[in-house]
T-cell receptor
Framework: ETGVTQTPRHLVMGMTNKKSLKCEQH?????MYWYKQSAKKPLELMFV???????ENNSVPSRFSPECPNSSHLFLHLHTLQPEDSALYLCASSQDRSGGHYNEQFFGPGTRLTVL | SQQGEEDPQALSIQEGENATMNCSYKTSINNLQWYRQNSGRGLVHLIL?????REKHSGRLRVTLDTSKKSSSLLITASRAADTASYFC????????FGPGTRLSVLP
């Protein structure tokens, strides 16, 4: 257990569905992240929230919409996804960057998403 | 590219043997972290080596860092079947740019 939980662990959805992924951290961190991991590709950083404000968005399509209501919770809202969006979505948290560098991240177990 | 490159991409060894994997970057290395990921699950932090360190140990893990060559190596000694996983390096502070990883298989 890393102190970061994600729900659901598995999700199958159609291209017209709307669903949300949830991440919760119990570590007292103030930065949270969404990553996408596709088969045979490196981890891709999607969003970074620091002190509940989005600080980075790596050109992610608008069909992915993050929400960070407080420092312990992070959501990823999904709508009109494509089959190529099928992947493992990982959430992580850390203490906000100090001295210009990010601190160690703690990862959740991920949500395995399949888009039909 | 800021992306790290781990090599080999895949490694298969017998239980009890040592496993060595490497990581290199085109950009300078500030501090470097190694992570392990079991199939389809989240990453687990293994070890952090700072830019002013050359070698660090943690249990059966030994990490070296060569900032002049912009590379690091991870050695797992006396491997076990439970070490079977993918291993990633992260150039700490470079906005978490991970490489493709090394997939290690430890055969009983």
């Amino acid at each position: 257990e890393t102190g970061v939980t994600q729900t659901p662990r598995h999700l199958v959805m159609g291209m017209t569905n709307k669903k949300s992924l949830k991440c919760e951290q119990h570590l007292g961190h103030n930065a949270m992240y969404w990553y996408k991991q596709s088969a045979k590709k490196p981890l891709e950083l999607m969003f970074v929230y620091s002190l509940e404000e989005r600080v980075e968005n790596n050109s992610v399509p608008s069909r992915f919409s993050p929400e960070c209501p407080n420092s312990s919770h992070l959501f990823l809202h999904l709508h009109t996804l494509q089959p190529e969006d099928s992947a493992l979505y990982l959430c992580a948290s850390s203490q906000d960057r100090s001295g210009g560098h990010y601190n160690e991240q703690f990862f959740g177990p991920g949500t395995r998403l399949t888009v039909l | 590219s800021q992306q790290g490159e781990e090599d080999p991409q895949a490694l298969s060894i017998q239980e009890g043997e040592n496993a060595t994997m490497n990581c290199s970057y085109k950009t300078s290395i500030n501090n470097l972290q190694w992570y392990r990921q079991n199939s389809g699950r989240g990453l687990v932090h293994l070890i952090l080596i700072r830019s002013n360190e050359r070698e660090k140990h943690s249990g059966r893990l030994r990490v070296t860092l060569d900032t002049s060559k912009k590379s690091s190596s991870l050695l797992i000694t006396a491997s076990r079947a439970a070490d079977t996983a993918s291993y990633f390096c992260d150039n700490y502070g470079q906005n978490f740019v991970f490489g493709p990883g090394t997939r290690l298989s430890v055969l009983p």
